[in-house]
């Protein structure tokens, strides 16, 4: 289909919630990706963290291909095989004792952990609990409880009444402020994903972790970006050395295939009925998912994950040195990265040009170009992609 029909055929017919860069892709490998006039990209976004595994991956079509010919869905009113063995794989690589509940997106993951907060505020405690702090600049997603979790009033605009009881705090320091008697959980993303790619302070989180505990508050981790080996382990929570009583995860989980987990080591809060899902959990989503943490699995065992991270982490430090005077900071945590961009004019000139020079870069925050790229993407692809932006740069 010519570009242009398809450009009319999605105004026409499709909601107009997305404001859409006008390019229209129609092959992918590894971490590049070419358009319908055949112009070739590196892709630095992975589709905002989901193609963990990078794009055309052989094995996890092999295993999609292997499941979808002979069950796809059967529900959860029967026993699925690769659905436990996933919830089990998970537990086991991150060494957290929880049990898991399968969703099919970020969103719907943590109206798990919400449904689980409130849950446990109503059976633990003299007074119903039920506030959840969240935090500025947050992200947890667009239904209309988990955006009322995000704690950014610009979002906040239409759709209300919202439910109650969320409460937000400025930072870390400021969650003890806002505990009251009522408060049964915070919910916090360790390093923000769209508000701007920021990394929380490890002794900060593990001081409030501390004094969560000793409240008998819930610490609730939303993990939905930055879980699945994004940060170089399973989930950030063990590179910050903390152990939540809930985590959320979805995004790179079965490498594109739509699926969404919240586990909890409050493994009996849920009794049948309490919670549910038509398809969370599924063969298909849970065979893929399987064999993204088996790839992933092995990609960190063999050091080159590890081996990874370092070289494209030199290569944004470098590429901030060298243009200090467009990019005042490189921050992140494994190969979630950010370049602080002096300006949000500099900014969309930046991303507009690494475009035409054919890499994708996604914006976070206000002043922010944000790298999520594919965890298994090569040196030679990374290579490419950076000799790409530094050709596009000097025309700033
Ligand atoms: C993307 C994201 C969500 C929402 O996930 P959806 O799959 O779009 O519902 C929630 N929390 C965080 C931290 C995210 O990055």
């Given at each position: 289909m010519e570009q242009q029909d398809l450009k009319q055929m999605d105004l026409d017919f499709v909601l107009h919630t997305y404001a859409r860069n006008d390019v229209h892709f129609v092959?992918?490998?590894?971490?590049?990706?070419?358009?319908?006039?055949?112009?070739?990209?590196?892709?630095?976004?992975?589709?905002?963290?989901v193609c963990s595994v990078g794009h055309g991956n052989a094995r996890l079509a092999e295993a999609?291909?292997?499941?979808?010919?002979?069950?796809?869905?059967?529900?959860?009113?029967?026993?699925?095989?690769?659905q436990a063995r996933l919830a089990k794989k998970i537990v086991e690589l991150s060494g957290?004792?929880?049990?898991?509940?399968?969703?099919?997106?970020?969103?719907?993951?943590?109206?798990?952990?919400?449904?689980?907060?409130?849950?446990?505020?109503?059976?633990?405690?003299?007074?119903?609990?039920?506030?959840?702090?969240?935090?500025?600049?947050?992200?947890?997603?667009?239904?209309?409880s988990t955006l009322k979790a995000t704690a950014q009033n610009k979002m906040h605009q239409y759709f209300g009444p919202f439910p109650d009881g969320f409460v937000y705090a400025k930072d870390l320091n400021d969650v003890p402020n806002k505990i009251s008697n009522?408060?049964?959980?915070?919910?916090?993303?360790?390093?923000?994903?769209?508000?701007?790619?920021?990394?929380?302070?490890?002794?900060?989180?593990?001081?409030?972790?501390?004094?969560?505990?000793?409240?008998?508050?819930?610490?609730?981790?939303?993990?939905?970006?930055?879980?699945?080996?994004?940060?170089?382990?399973?989930?950030?929570?063990?590179?910050?050395?903390?152990?939540?009583?809930?985590?959320?995860?979805?995004?790179?989980?079965?490498?594109g295939v739509p699926i969404g987990a919240v586990m909890t080591s409050l493994k009996d809060i849920f009794a049948p009925s309490d919670h549910g899902s038509t398809f969370g959990g599924n063969?298909?989503?849970?065979?893929?998912?399987?064999?993204?943490?088996?790839?992933?699995?092995?990609?960190?065992?063999?050091?080159?994950?590890?081996?990874?991270?370092?070289?494209?982490?030199?290569?944004?430090?470098?590429?901030?040195?060298?243009?200090?005077?467009?990019?005042t900071q490189e921050v992140g945590l494994g190969l979630m990265r950010g370049?602080?961009?002096?300006?949000?004019?500099?900014?969309?000139?930046?991303?507009?040009?690494?475009?035409?020079?054919?890499v994708l870069v996604l914006k976070s925050g206000k002043n922010t170009a944000r790298f999520l790229p594919s965890l298994t993407i090569t040196r030679e692809e990374i290579d490419e992609g950076f000799l790409r932006i530094e050709s596009c740069i000097a025309h700033l």
């Amino acid at each position: 289909m010519e570009q242009q029909d398809l450009k009319q055929m999605d105004l026409d017919f499709v909601l107009h919630t997305y404001a859409r860069n006008d390019v229209h892709f129609v092959k992918g490998s590894g971490a590049r990706l070419y358009d319908s006039k055949g112009k070739e990209y590196i892709d630095f976004g992975s589709g905002i963290a989901v193609c963990s595994v990078g794009h055309g991956n052989a094995r996890l079509a092999e295993a999609i291909y292997k499941q979808a010919k002979n069950l796809i869905h059967t529900s959860n009113l029967y026993l699925i095989e690769p659905q436990a063995r996933l919830a089990k794989k998970i537990v086991e690589l991150s060494g957290y004792d929880m049990r898991v509940f399968f969703a099919n997106s970020g969103a719907e993951a943590n109206e798990g952990a919400l449904k689980i907060a409130r849950k446990f505020g109503e059976e633990n405690g003299e007074l119903k609990r039920y506030q959840i702090i969240t935090l500025d600049s947050s992200f947890h997603g667009r239904t209309i409880s988990t955006l009322k979790a995000t704690a950014q009033n610009k979002m906040h605009q239409y759709f209300g009444p919202f439910p109650d009881g969320f409460v937000y705090a400025k930072d870390l320091n400021d969650v003890p402020n806002k505990i009251s008697n009522v408060t049964c959980a915070v919910l916090l993303e360790l390093v923000q994903g769209e508000g701007g790619i920021t990394p929380f302070d490890k002794a900060e989180v593990q001081k409030l972790a501390k004094i969560l505990k000793e409240k008998n508050v819930l610490l609730m981790v939303d993990e939905v970006q930055t879980g699945i080996y994004r940060s170089g382990e399973l989930f950030a929570s063990q590179v910050y050395g903390i152990t939540p009583d809930v985590i959320t995860t979805a995004k790179g989980l079965a490498g594109g295939v739509p699926i969404g987990a919240v586990m909890t080591s409050l493994k009996d809060i849920f009794a049948p009925s309490d919670h549910g899902s038509t398809f969370g959990g599924n063969f298909l989503s849970t065979s893929a998912a399987l064999e993204v943490l088996e790839i992933l699995f092995e990609h960190k065992q063999s050091g080159e994950l590890d081996k990874t991270i370092t070289y494209f982490t030199q290569k944004l430090q470098d590429l901030q040195k060298h243009y200090a005077e467009i990019f005042t900071q490189e921050v992140g945590l494994g190969l979630m990265r950010g370049l602080r961009v002096r300006d949000l004019e500099t900014l969309t000139k930046f991303l507009n040009a690494t475009f035409e020079a054919g890499v994708l870069v996604l914006k976070s925050g206000k002043n922010t170009a944000r790298f999520l790229p594919s965890l298994t993407i090569t040196r030679e692809e990374i290579d490419e992609g950076f000799l790409r932006i530094e050709s596009c740069i000097a025309h700033l």
